[in-house]
């Protein structure tokens, strides 16, 4: 009989061209633990191409420093301004090449199922998501941009949908009471 690894390591992105999240969380059965959550401004670069380079780069050396078991990325959403939506995508791509380079799977949220994830509303603002991390994982100080708590509610929320019990996400929860009753792990 194989012995199973007791603890796993989540990286959630936040991709952008300006400013990329970046949050690490570990797991051990339903307890998580913050590990780092930090942003990366590839912003400061002029040359679109040495930015993704950045971008690749920096994912990539996420990787190999804490050897998560799982990359995880929040989805471009959809705005009016088309060259934004192209920067968006180009980020999120390279960010997903260095994870596939790395031989992780990918997993991808919309911002919306991340929010939900967190904090029960699609529609919480990223004032909400983060105090319902700082609840979650403990910590006091707020990150000096919400692209890295952004980052880290993609990790959580991917740690979230993975320990959902198969069949259950129809399930509609009636209430504070029975939402604590089946996750004991998610409330402090």
């Known amino acids: 009989m ?7 390591i989540i990286l959630g992105i936040d991709p952008g061209t300006v400013v ?14 913050l590990v780092e959550m930090n942003v990366l401004k590839p912003g400061k670069v002029d040359d679109t191409y040495k930015k993704l380079q950045l971008i690749y780069n920096t994912v990539s050396g996420l990787i190999i420093k804490y050897k998560p078991d799982v990359f995880a990325i929040e989805a471009p959403f959809f705005g009016k301004n088309v060259q934004s939506m192209l920067k ?4 999120q791509g390279v960010a997903i090449a260095a994870a596939m380079r790395h031989g992780l799977e990918v997993t991808e949220y919309s911002p919306k199922k991340i929010k939900q994830s967190i904090t029960g509303n699609g529609n919480a603002s990223k004032e909400q ?4 991390l700082q609840r979650l994982l403990k910590f006091d100080d707020g990150p000096k941009y919400f692209d890295a708590s952004d980052a880290l509610a993609v990790a959580v929320c ?5 320990n ?3 069949g259950n996400t129809s399930k509609k929860i009636k209430g504070w009471d029975e939402f604590i009753q089946k996750n004991p792990g998610r409330v402090k």
């Not at 194989?2 to 796993?8: P, Y």
């Not at 949050?23 to 633990?33: A, V, Y």
Request: proline fraction near 3%; glycine fraction near 10%; aromatic fraction near 6%.
């Open 164 to 166: 959902s019990l198969p």
């Open 88 to 91: 968006l995508g180009r980020a």
């Open 20 to 33: 990329m999240g970046y949050g690490l969380i570990e797991t051990k059965g339903n307890i998580i633990s």
């Open 158 to 162: 991917h740690h979230f949908q993975e």
């Open 129 to 132: 998501v983060l105090k319902m």
């Open 2 to 8: 194989a012995t199973q690894k007791t603890s796993r």
